[in-house]
Protein backbone atom coordinates (compact mmCIF):
# COMPACT_ATOMS: atom_id res chain seq x y z
CA UNK A 1 0.00 0.00 0.00
CA UNK A 2 2.57 2.19 0.62
CA UNK A 3 2.90 5.27 3.12
CA UNK A 4 1.05 8.36 3.23
CA UNK A 5 4.23 10.37 2.44
CA UNK A 6 4.83 7.55 -0.22
CA UNK A 7 1.40 8.84 -1.96
CA UNK A 8 2.00 12.29 -1.80
CA UNK A 9 5.53 11.63 -3.21
CA UNK A 10 4.16 10.05 -6.47
CA UNK A 11 1.24 12.77 -6.36
CA UNK A 12 4.12 15.21 -6.87
CA UNK A 13 6.25 13.22 -9.74
CA UNK A 14 2.52 12.56 -11.38
CA UNK A 15 2.33 13.42 -14.94
CA UNK A 16 -0.46 15.15 -14.05
CA UNK A 17 2.13 17.22 -12.56
CA UNK A 18 5.05 18.30 -14.42
CA UNK A 19 8.38 17.05 -12.44
CA UNK A 20 9.56 20.63 -14.42
CA UNK A 21 7.68 21.92 -11.91
CA UNK A 22 9.18 20.27 -8.93
CA UNK A 23 12.45 20.55 -9.79
CA UNK A 24 11.73 24.42 -10.32
CA UNK A 25 10.89 24.65 -6.76
CA UNK A 26 14.05 23.39 -5.37
CA UNK A 27 16.10 25.42 -7.92
CA UNK A 28 14.03 28.19 -6.54
CA UNK A 29 14.81 27.21 -2.65
CA UNK A 30 18.32 27.32 -4.06
CA UNK A 31 18.07 31.25 -5.02
CA UNK A 32 16.64 31.62 -1.71
CA UNK A 33 19.09 30.45 0.19
CA UNK A 34 22.29 32.50 -1.86
CA UNK A 35 19.83 35.56 -1.26
CA UNK A 36 20.23 34.64 2.28
CA UNK A 37 23.52 34.28 2.50
CA UNK A 38 24.04 30.30 2.35
CA UNK A 39 26.67 28.49 -0.66
CA UNK A 40 25.68 25.42 -1.91
CA UNK A 41 26.74 23.79 0.67
CA UNK A 42 24.49 25.20 3.55
CA UNK A 43 27.59 27.33 5.11
CA UNK A 44 27.28 31.10 5.56
CA UNK A 45 29.02 32.97 2.30
CA UNK A 46 30.41 35.57 4.75
CA UNK A 47 30.80 34.61 8.16
CA UNK A 48 30.60 38.04 9.55
CA UNK A 49 27.69 38.93 8.34
CA UNK A 50 26.09 35.94 9.66
CA UNK A 51 26.59 35.49 13.53
CA UNK A 52 23.49 33.58 14.45
CA UNK A 53 23.78 31.18 11.11
CA UNK A 54 21.95 28.30 12.79
CA UNK A 55 18.55 30.43 13.73
CA UNK A 56 18.92 31.49 10.21
CA UNK A 57 19.20 28.23 8.74
CA UNK A 58 16.04 26.70 10.76
CA UNK A 59 13.81 29.46 9.85
CA UNK A 60 15.11 28.75 6.29
CA UNK A 61 14.06 25.02 6.70
CA UNK A 62 10.84 25.90 8.60
CA UNK A 63 9.16 28.14 5.34
CA UNK A 64 10.26 25.39 2.84
CA UNK A 65 8.07 22.89 5.10
CA UNK A 66 5.57 25.10 5.08
CA UNK A 67 6.04 26.06 1.10
CA UNK A 68 5.76 22.33 0.50
CA UNK A 69 2.65 22.06 2.72
CA UNK A 70 0.74 24.05 1.01
CA UNK A 71 1.16 22.16 -1.66
CA UNK A 72 0.36 18.79 0.27
CA UNK A 73 -2.81 20.34 1.87
CA UNK A 74 -5.46 20.20 -0.41
CA UNK A 75 -4.96 16.10 -0.98
CA UNK A 76 -6.77 14.07 -0.09
CA UNK A 77 -4.14 12.37 1.95
CA UNK A 78 -3.41 15.05 3.98
CA UNK A 79 -7.60 15.42 5.57
CA UNK A 80 -6.34 14.15 9.05
CA UNK A 81 -3.95 17.04 8.75
CA UNK A 82 -6.90 19.14 7.25
CA UNK A 83 -8.82 18.33 10.35
CA UNK A 84 -6.56 18.64 13.18
CA UNK A 85 -4.49 21.74 12.00
CA UNK A 86 -7.95 23.84 11.01
CA UNK A 87 -9.76 22.78 14.61
CA UNK A 88 -6.98 24.22 16.14
CA UNK A 89 -6.54 27.02 14.28
CA UNK A 90 -10.06 27.83 15.00
CA UNK A 91 -9.79 27.33 18.60
CA UNK A 92 -6.80 28.41 19.71
CA UNK A 93 -6.66 31.51 16.82
CA UNK A 94 -2.31 31.28 16.87
CA UNK A 95 -0.61 34.83 16.58
CA UNK A 96 1.00 36.35 19.82
CA UNK A 97 -0.44 37.94 23.23
CA UNK A 98 -2.28 39.61 23.27
CA UNK A 99 -4.58 37.87 20.28
CA UNK A 100 -2.91 34.65 21.87
CA UNK A 101 -0.63 33.11 23.70
CA UNK A 102 0.08 30.44 21.45
CA UNK A 103 2.73 32.03 19.21
CA UNK A 104 3.55 31.44 15.78
CA UNK A 105 6.55 30.13 15.94
CA UNK A 106 5.50 27.20 18.43
CA UNK A 107 2.26 26.36 16.33
CA UNK A 108 3.77 26.64 13.21
CA UNK A 109 6.56 24.05 14.37
CA UNK A 110 3.80 21.60 16.32
CA UNK A 111 1.69 21.81 12.98
CA UNK A 112 4.64 21.26 10.74
CA UNK A 113 6.44 18.27 12.46
CA UNK A 114 4.19 17.12 15.40
CA UNK A 115 0.91 16.39 13.90
CA UNK A 116 1.00 12.90 12.39
CA UNK A 117 -1.68 12.08 10.21
CA UNK A 118 -2.83 9.24 7.65
CA UNK A 119 -2.42 5.33 8.78
CA UNK A 120 1.49 5.59 8.62
CA UNK A 121 1.34 8.98 11.00
CA UNK A 122 3.42 10.98 8.68
CA UNK A 123 4.06 14.73 9.41
CA UNK A 124 4.54 17.18 6.95
CA UNK A 125 8.18 17.36 7.21
CA UNK A 126 8.21 13.67 6.64
CA UNK A 127 6.12 13.89 3.62
CA UNK A 128 9.11 16.61 2.53
CA UNK A 129 11.90 14.43 3.25
CA UNK A 130 10.14 11.75 1.27
CA UNK A 131 9.06 13.63 -1.62
CA UNK A 132 12.62 15.99 -1.58
CA UNK A 133 13.94 12.32 -2.86
CA UNK A 134 12.48 12.34 -6.16
CA UNK A 135 14.49 15.64 -6.44
CA UNK A 136 18.19 17.20 -6.74
CA UNK A 137 17.32 18.72 -3.19
CA UNK A 138 20.65 19.94 -1.67
CA UNK A 139 21.38 17.39 1.33
CA UNK A 140 22.12 20.08 3.59
CA UNK A 141 18.28 21.67 3.17
CA UNK A 142 16.98 18.13 3.78
CA UNK A 143 19.40 17.54 7.12
CA UNK A 144 18.05 20.97 8.55
CA UNK A 145 14.39 19.54 7.88
CA UNK A 146 15.70 16.11 9.53
CA UNK A 147 16.77 17.71 12.71
CA UNK A 148 13.38 20.32 12.81
CA UNK A 149 11.45 16.85 12.36
CA UNK A 150 13.00 15.23 15.18
CA UNK A 151 12.78 18.00 17.90
CA UNK A 152 10.34 18.51 20.32
CA UNK A 153 9.09 20.91 23.27
CA UNK A 154 10.20 20.23 26.91
CA UNK A 155 10.95 22.13 30.05
CA UNK A 156 14.13 23.21 31.07
CA UNK A 157 15.83 24.84 33.97
CA UNK A 158 17.27 28.46 33.39
CA UNK A 159 20.83 27.87 35.08
CA UNK A 160 22.11 31.37 34.19
CA UNK A 161 23.57 33.04 31.08
CA UNK A 162 27.08 33.97 29.24
CA UNK A 163 26.14 37.62 27.78
CA UNK A 164 23.16 37.08 25.32
CA UNK A 165 23.38 32.78 25.42
CA UNK A 166 21.27 31.36 28.12
CA UNK A 167 22.15 28.23 30.05
CA UNK A 168 19.59 25.71 29.96
CA UNK A 169 19.29 22.18 31.46
CA UNK A 170 16.02 19.59 30.44
CA UNK A 171 14.02 19.21 33.76
CA UNK A 172 14.87 15.87 35.63
CA UNK A 173 18.96 15.56 33.48
CA UNK A 174 22.33 16.81 34.16
CA UNK A 175 23.71 18.22 30.67
CA UNK A 176 23.51 22.02 30.43
CA UNK A 177 23.50 23.15 27.07
CA UNK A 178 23.71 26.62 25.52
CA UNK A 179 21.55 28.27 23.72
CA UNK A 180 21.01 31.40 21.51
CA UNK A 181 17.44 32.58 22.03
CA UNK A 182 16.15 33.47 18.86
CA UNK A 183 13.69 36.16 20.81
CA UNK A 184 16.54 37.43 22.45
CA UNK A 185 15.18 37.04 26.03
CA UNK A 186 17.92 35.83 28.32
CA UNK A 187 15.38 35.05 31.55
CA UNK A 188 16.16 34.43 34.66
CA UNK A 189 18.36 31.60 36.64
CA UNK A 190 15.94 29.09 38.48
CA UNK A 191 12.89 29.61 36.00
CA UNK A 192 11.59 26.84 34.65
CA UNK A 193 11.16 27.20 30.77
CA UNK A 194 9.13 25.20 27.81
CA UNK A 195 10.60 25.35 24.64
CA UNK A 196 11.80 23.35 21.97
CA UNK A 197 15.51 23.49 21.62
CA UNK A 198 17.28 22.51 17.74
CA UNK A 199 20.68 21.12 17.96
CA UNK A 200 23.62 23.31 16.23
CA UNK A 201 24.03 22.33 12.57
CA UNK A 202 27.53 22.37 11.39
CA UNK A 203 30.84 23.77 13.63
CA UNK A 204 29.69 27.64 12.95
CA UNK A 205 26.99 27.34 15.15
CA UNK A 206 28.48 27.34 18.43
CA UNK A 207 24.89 27.15 20.10
CA UNK A 208 22.08 25.39 20.38
CA UNK A 209 18.83 27.41 19.46
CA UNK A 210 15.83 28.02 21.51
CA UNK A 211 13.58 28.56 18.41
CA UNK A 212 10.15 29.59 19.90
CA UNK A 213 9.32 32.03 21.85
CA UNK A 214 9.82 31.46 25.48
CA UNK A 215 7.57 30.09 27.53
CA UNK A 216 8.47 31.44 31.00
CA UNK A 217 7.13 29.66 34.21
CA UNK A 218 8.08 31.61 37.29
CA UNK A 219 7.19 29.68 41.16
CA UNK A 220 6.93 26.37 39.64
CA UNK A 221 10.27 23.95 40.88
CA UNK A 222 12.15 21.72 39.07
CA UNK A 223 10.55 19.19 41.31
CA UNK A 224 7.09 20.12 40.32
CA UNK A 225 7.44 19.06 36.79
CA UNK A 226 9.81 16.20 37.35
CA UNK A 227 6.44 14.45 39.68
CA UNK A 228 4.28 16.27 36.92
CA UNK A 229 6.40 14.18 33.61
CA UNK A 230 6.19 10.89 36.42
CA UNK A 231 2.51 11.05 36.47
CA UNK A 232 1.75 11.68 32.94
CA UNK A 233 4.18 9.29 31.96
CA UNK A 234 2.38 6.68 33.73
CA UNK A 235 -0.75 7.46 32.38
CA UNK A 236 0.31 6.77 29.04
CA UNK A 237 2.48 3.19 29.92
CA UNK A 238 -0.67 2.22 31.71
CA UNK A 239 -2.65 2.33 27.96
CA UNK A 240 0.40 1.78 25.89
CA UNK A 241 3.80 -0.41 26.37
CA UNK A 242 6.75 2.05 24.96
CA UNK A 243 9.77 -0.05 23.55
CA UNK A 244 11.93 2.11 26.44
CA UNK A 245 11.20 4.34 28.58
CA UNK A 246 13.16 7.53 26.83
CA UNK A 247 10.30 6.46 23.85
CA UNK A 248 7.37 7.14 26.05
CA UNK A 249 8.74 10.71 26.92
CA UNK A 250 9.78 11.69 23.88
CA UNK A 251 6.34 10.58 22.34
CA UNK A 252 4.78 12.70 25.38
CA UNK A 253 6.66 15.91 24.60
CA UNK A 254 6.61 15.27 20.73
CA UNK A 255 2.88 14.55 20.49
CA UNK A 256 1.66 14.58 23.92
CA UNK A 257 -1.39 12.21 25.13
CA UNK A 258 -3.65 13.91 22.14
CA UNK A 259 -2.68 16.37 19.46
CA UNK A 260 -3.60 19.72 21.33
CA UNK A 261 -2.16 18.91 24.79
CA UNK A 262 0.72 20.93 24.79
CA UNK A 263 -1.66 23.82 22.90
CA UNK A 264 -4.27 23.71 25.56
CA UNK A 265 -1.64 23.91 27.90
CA UNK A 266 -0.40 27.31 27.26
CA UNK A 267 -3.62 28.31 26.30
CA UNK A 268 -4.48 27.70 29.90
CA UNK A 269 -1.56 28.61 32.02
CA UNK A 270 -0.95 32.16 30.08
CA UNK A 271 -0.03 34.62 32.50
CA UNK A 272 1.44 37.78 31.04
CA UNK A 273 3.54 38.71 28.41
CA UNK A 274 6.44 40.84 27.11
CA UNK A 275 7.99 40.87 23.95
CA UNK A 276 10.55 38.50 24.51
CA UNK A 277 8.61 36.12 26.30
CA UNK A 278 5.27 34.78 27.25
CA UNK A 279 4.74 33.91 31.39
CA UNK A 280 2.81 30.79 32.16
CA UNK A 281 1.52 29.80 35.57
CA UNK A 282 0.52 26.44 36.96
CA UNK A 283 1.11 22.36 36.33
CA UNK A 284 -0.75 21.05 33.49
CA UNK A 285 -2.86 18.18 35.06
CA UNK A 286 -3.44 20.22 37.71
CA UNK A 287 -6.20 22.35 36.19
CA UNK A 288 -6.86 24.50 39.96
CA UNK A 289 -3.33 25.49 39.23
CA UNK A 290 -4.00 27.33 35.82
CA UNK A 291 -5.06 30.66 34.97
CA UNK A 292 -7.48 29.24 33.16
CA UNK A 293 -8.40 26.10 34.16
CA UNK A 294 -11.94 26.24 34.24
CA UNK A 295 -11.81 27.10 30.38
CA UNK A 296 -10.18 23.56 30.19
CA UNK A 297 -11.66 20.88 27.52
CA UNK A 298 -14.10 18.33 29.17
Known amino acids: MGSVADKIAK??????????????????????????????????????????????????????????????????EAKGFVRTYDD???????????????????FCMWAMFDIRFGSSRDTMGTCMLRVATEYDCPSWLTDV?????????GFYVH???????????????LKILSCEVASGYVGREGDIWF?????????????????????????????????????????????????RMDDAYFHLMKYGPDPNHWNEYVFLAYS???????FLFGIPDIPQSLPHGRLARS
Not at 88 to 106: G, H, I, N, V, W
Not at 145 to 153: D, H, P
Not at 272 to 278: W, Y
Open 88 to 106: AKEDYRPSEPPMSPLTTSF
Open 195 to 243: VRVLPPFHHLCRHHVVFNTPYVIRDFSELDFSEYLKRELARMTATRVPR
Open 159 to 173: CGSEGKVALLREVGT
Open 11 to 76: KFISPRRSKDRGLAVWLEWRKIALELGFGEDGFPLDKSAMPFPCHKLYVLGHNFVSYIAGDIYPMR
Open 145 to 153: VERMQQSRM
Open 272 to 278: NFQHEAV
